[in-house]
């Protein structure tokens, strides 16, 4: 499966963004899918999961400010980030993998990166 992240870009404090992931190659209806993110300096971490049955979960984080979505007829999974701060500012990533109970395990195709930066 081939992932590509569209929507990143220059936004200010408080500002809002909407990021998609389209798959290709393969149908991800049946996987969970996840959106990741790497600060600059930092290691990458997990944002927000879908389930197949379109069950959410978010980090504490952005919980209340950010949504994960997704539409399997367009094999697209979407991120609506609001009321985004700094220290959202880090490349974007989305990922196909399972739930294996409530733990989240991460596909090993992983696609280019969309970069948000958030203005003071």
């Known amino acids: 499966v081939q992932l590509q992240a569209l929507g990143g870009g220059l936004v200010q404090a408080g500002g809002s963004l909407r990021l998609s992931c389209i798959a290709s190659g393969s149908d991800v209806s049946r996987y969970s899918l996840a959106w990741y993110r790497q600060p600059p300096g930092e290691q990458r971490e997990l944002i927000a999961t879908?389930?197949?049955?379109?069950?959410?979960d978010y980090k504490d984080f952005v919980k209340g400010r950010f949504t994960i979505s997704r539409d399997n007829a367009k094999n697209t999974v979407y991120l609506q980030m609001n009321s985004l701060r700094p220290d959202d500012t880090a490349v974007y990533y989305c990922?196909?993998?399972?739930?294996?109970?409530?733990?989240?395990?991460?596909?090993?195709?992983w696609g280019l990166g969309t970069l948000v930066t958030v203005s003071s």
């Open positions: 879908i389930r197949s049955d379109s069950l959410t």
């Open positions: 990922n196909t993998g399972e739930h294996r109970g409530t733990y989240y395990y991460p596909g090993r195709h």
